[in-house]
């Protein structure tokens, strides 16, 4: 099994519908990351929790809202889809403890392509 | 503010070619790490290396080498004697201790012609 799983890893979609992306880990990490890969725009930061009870906003907040539900599972919500939220999502996590070898290494999931109609 | 730059977009080279993928970064912190992630065509994110800035060895790790240079906010990519496999996006990334936010660039489309 991959060590961070993301489902749906399709999903089409109409506008205004409620969409959850879900994200689980078997790292045993602490933080927990959900990007957006858009053509020619890279990675951009949607929401990051560094716990269970740490919720922050990234880059693009704006759409999205998060719930980190244990410390394995950080889930991305769009309440009201919308065709420019089609994209390529992210989910990530890293570990916080000590600066080993392994600290700060993002470890990414296979992704969700997302495709809002 | 914290920014990766990574000019170049697309690169083609024909197999066997060296190249040499650029990344150049800003941000205020004296403690950081930067890394490079590749995406194959099938779409996963795999990480290829980290630096932190008190470290400017160069790195070699078989066909792949990394060229971090703070006077220049560079933190470059070699690929020595490309091969098709290597086609992917790359993307360079920076990691700053304030915050702990990942800041990614853009990427470079390596497409290697056989």
């Known amino acids: 099994d991959a060590d961070v799983t993301q489902t749906p890893r399709n999903r089409i979609t109409k506008t205004g519908k409620r969409i959850m992306l879900e994200c689980s880990q078997t790292k045993g990490h602490d933080r927990m990351y959900w990007y957006r890969q858009d053509p020619g725009l890279g990675l951009r930061l949607i929401y990051y929790?560094?716990?269970?009870?740490?919720?922050n906003k990234g880059e693009i907040s704006d759409g999205y809202s998060v719930s980190r539900q244990a410390q394995a599972k950080f889930s991305l919500s769009l309440e009201s889809a919308i065709p420019n939220q089609t994209a390529l999502y992210f989910c990530?996590?890293?570990?916080?403890?000590?600066?080993?070898?392994?600290?700060?290494?993002?470890?990414f999931g296979a992704g969700s392509r997302l495709t809002v109609l | 503010a914290q920014k990766v730059t990574q000019a170049q977009t697309e690169i083609s080279v024909v197999e066997k070619e060296d190249v040499t993928l650029d990344c150049v970064y800003e941000t205020r912190d004296t403690t950081y790490y930067l890394f490079w992630y590749k995406q194959p065509p099938s779409g996963e994110l795999v990480f290829l290396i980290r630096?932190?800035?008190?470290?400017?060895q160069n790195e070699i790790s078989g066909r792949y080498s990394w060229n971090f240079q703070k006077s220049t906010s560079s933190f470059n990519f070699t690929i020595t004697a490309s091969q098709v496999v290597d086609s992917a996006v790359y993307f360079c990334a920076l990691c700053t201790n304030t915050g702990n936010q990942f800041y990614f660039g853009t990427g470079t489309s390596l497409t290697v012609i056989p």
């Open positions: 929790s560094f716990d269970v009870k740490d919720i």
């Open positions: 990530a996590t890293s570990d916080s403890q000590g600066r080993s070898s392994g600290a700060n290494v993002l470890t």
């Open positions: 630096r932190n800035s008190f470290d400017e």
